[in-house]
């Protein structure tokens, strides 16, 4: 808001008087020369019966005036379309304008002349005649009549009411303006006056002049006020709440003030000397190490001497807190009881001899080294260097749904530790493992050093889920963040970027989890003692339900245990029909859906008890989702398709490798499913080493040259890659050009050579126990993975059959339904 135009060319003066109405005189209608001056205005409009001040400093301009001065006053005042613009000319200017007379002018030291002038009436430029030595025009007046109608006296009203509370909200404009201006009586002079005052912007002053009617002058005008005015207002808003909050901020100051002296007099100590007090306690209470102690001591030291209204007090505050929460040293006692804690882990999971046994050998070392540690303080120590490791760091492997996660709680259970988990899967921020450093707006700790001050102990199991997930980006690496922390040697003085002192974490268990090794960083994997863990065997799924699963779904769904009872047939039929996984989480579902079924026909009054068996079940359920045994006879009944065994993150799976030809003018071989690079390198070497031995398996040499071969590895979207499906390629190759089919009850894995050596593969275990998932009964493997077997359960052992080959040929005498015997050509060419 201002009340003075601001013009470059025409600038307004402080000591000159502020604009004022001047009622229009009716009598006298002036004359308009033939050829009237022009002086173009820059960033201000005058309009006509107002009175402005203007000060000219350009030689052109003061021509003008010098010459119209001694004449009849009359000058022709237009703005300009640009106001930066220096000198405009003829085309710089608006059409209309307002014809003015100079009343008063003053000469200045500087040069410069200060006017006053009064608009008379509004003129448009016909013709511009003259642009030396400054602008002239021919031009003509366009008269303004007065309206006077209903709708014109109610907009006149609304905007002396909005000029009023717009003048209440601008100190500048002074009482006696705003008292002229709501005198006036005709329209036309109050809505001009009124633009005079107003903050507008040049093109919507100029609009205003060109308007024709009164009543659209004046419906602008109460727009660009309405506008001004919601402006005003809102500034008006949040000066007065920013002035509430000053006035809160003091006013508390000085009640605080005061409440300080009152509680010197009372000789109590004031609120901030009271928590720098508690604060002093708790850390003399906490145990802390000297470098923490330090650390804090000093930081207390500034928070006593900084004002409690200060930002950097709340920061100080709760950074001494983070400190004097945290468990330096408390802990809680180990149950080294051998025999509980073998007992607790049976208890919890069924199988997993492998994880219980390692949880049995770290409770019996530590029971030793308590029992002898007399003998161990007497004895020199010749190794300055590394410390003792006192801690564990596990790493379970395995697909979904064998128990990793719940082996932790487990765990903590049976050594009586406290147990905390942590997902990791997704985490991209390095932050979230070391904190943030405090010089952030809401700095805290990493999430490490909150779950110890969670648990409040400095010895509990803490499980970092889906290690193998961790994410990087931009923000760092929080792989490269753990190291760290999962290195005995260095997981001692563990220094959180908030903290900035070391915090011991070797007494702690981590136990990390994760569905396959590949994504997790070579140095980080060799930091932590890696425990395999393959899927069920069948009955070992049985037993895991009767004694876990079926329980737990029979209380989850509000059922008695005399009402609902699953046999062993009935559990055998979920697990081959109707899963097909290495855990148990989708047996566990099948059981509560069938359980459901129950709970609804109990409900309705329908039954009081079920006893379900293999016939119940697939009445509940429908029908079965995967077969047994089945897939394998209809999927390997033709030649040219053999059952290979893959490993993947969620376990072992078989593949069907399919392979067909067909006639061609030049031969060629093809393969599709999607494989990775190393799998169709497999592929080729199997062809190449099938044809090699054509004459051995009675092809024609020169059929190869006459018809394509097309190898598939079916699920065409699913990713496939890995040398260990050669053999089964091989097989496959042979099976169809052979014309034998391959035997419906084998499967078959290794990684064969252009020689037809067939070299060792990993997963043998997961693989073996998909197989006889599948209903397989004969398992071709590497004999270089003979030792694997003894991984195997007993059961599993003696219910399959295993072939253990070096060479192809002896794969394909196991597979083949007629084997490597003397035959004759199949295929022949005419």
Known sequence: MSDKPNVPEAESEDELTIPVNVPADEDSEPTIPEELPILPLRGVVVYPQTVIPLTVGQPRSIKLVDEVVGGERLVGLVTARDPDLETPGPDDIYNVGTLASIHRLFRAPDGTIRMLVQGIARIEVDEITATEPYLKARVHALPEGVEESLEVEALTRNVVQMFTRLAELVPSIPGELITSALNVDDALQLAYAIATYVRIDLEEAQALLELESIEAK??????????????????????????????????????????????????????????????????????????????????????????????????????????????????????????????????????????????????????????????????????????????????????????????????????????????????????????????????????????????????????????????????????????????????????????????????????????????????????????????????????????????????????????????????????????????????????????????????????????????????????????????????????????????????????????????????????????????????????????SKATDLGIDSAYFDKHEIHLHVPAGAVPKDGPSAGVTMAVALASLLTGQPVRSNVAMTGEITLRGQVLPVGGVKDKVLAAHRLGVDTVIIPKKNENDLDDLPEEIRSQLHFVLVDQIDSALDAALVNGLVEHNPVHSEV
């Open 218 to 691: 004046l419906r602008r005008l109460m727009s660009i006020l309405s506008k001004e005015l919601e402006v005003l207002e809102l500034g008006r808003k949040i000066q007065t709440e920013a002035q509430s909050e000053m006035e809160k901020v003091q006013r508390e100051y000085y009640l605080r003030e005061q409440l300080k002296a009152i509680q010197r007099e009372l000789g109590e100590g004031d609120e901030q000397a009271v928590e720098v007090d508690e604060f002093r306690q708790k850390i003399a209470e906490s145990d802390m190490p000297d470098e923490a102690r330090k650390e804090a001591e000093r930081e207390l030291d500034r928070l006593s001497k900084l004002p409690t209204a200060a930002a950097e007090y709340g920061v100080i505050r709760t950074y001494l807190d983070w400190l004097t929460s945290l468990p330096w040293n408390k802990r809680t006692e180990d149950n080294l009881d051998i025999a509980h804690a073998r007992e607790v882990l049976d208890q919890d999971h069924y199988g997993l001899k492998d994880i219980k046994e390692r949880i049995l050998e770290y409770l019996a070392v530590r029971k030793l080294r308590l029992d002898r540690a007399d003998e161990i303080e007497t004895e020199e120590v010749t190794d300055m260097i590394r410390r003792e490791r006192v801690g564990a760091i596990l790493c379970f492997v395995g697909p979904p749904g064998v128990g990793k996660t719940s082996l932790g709680a487990s765990i903590a259970r049976a050594v009586n530790r406290k147990f905390t988990r942590m997902s990791l899967g997704g985490v991209r921020d390095e932050a979230e493992i070391r904190g943030f450093r405090r010089t952030y707006i809401g700095a805290m700790p990493g999430r490490l050093i909150q779950t110890l001050r969670r648990v409040e102990s400095r010895n509990p199991i803490i499980m970092l889920d889906e290690i193998d997930k961790l994410g990087r980006d931009f923000r760092g690496d929080p792989a490269s963040a753990l190291l760290e922390v999962l290195d005995p040697e260095q997981n001692s003085e563990f220094r959180d970027h908030y903290l900035d002192v070391p915090f011991d974490l070797s007494e702690a268990i981590f136990i990390t989890t994760a569905n396959e090794l590949d994504p997790i960083p070579g140095p980080l994997r060799d930091r932590m003692e890696i425990i395999q863990l393959s899927g069920y065997t069948e009955q070992e799924k049985i037993a895991i339900a009767q004694q876990y699963l079926v329980p737990r779904q029979i209380r989850e769904n509000g059922l008695r245990a005399e009402e609902a009872e699953l046999t062993d047939d009935a559990l055998q039929i979920l697990i081959r029909d109707y899963t097909r996984e290495a855990g148990v989480r989708t047996l566990e579902r099948e059981i509560g859906r069938a359980l459901r079924k129950i709970v609804t026909r109990i409900a309705e009054g329908k039954t009081e008890k079920v006893n379900i068996d293999a016939k119940t079940v697939r009445e509940l359920l429908g029908k079965p989702r995967y077969g047994y045994r089945e897939e394998l006879e209809e999927r390997t009944d033709h030649p040219g398709v053999a059952t290979g065994l893959a490993w993947t993150p969620f376990g072992g799976d078989v593949l069907f490798i399919e392979a067909t030809e067909f006639p061609s003018g030049k031969g060629g071989f093809q393969y599709t499913g999607h494989l990775g690079e190393v799998m169709q390198e497999s592929a080729r070497i199997a062809l190449s080493y099938i044809r």
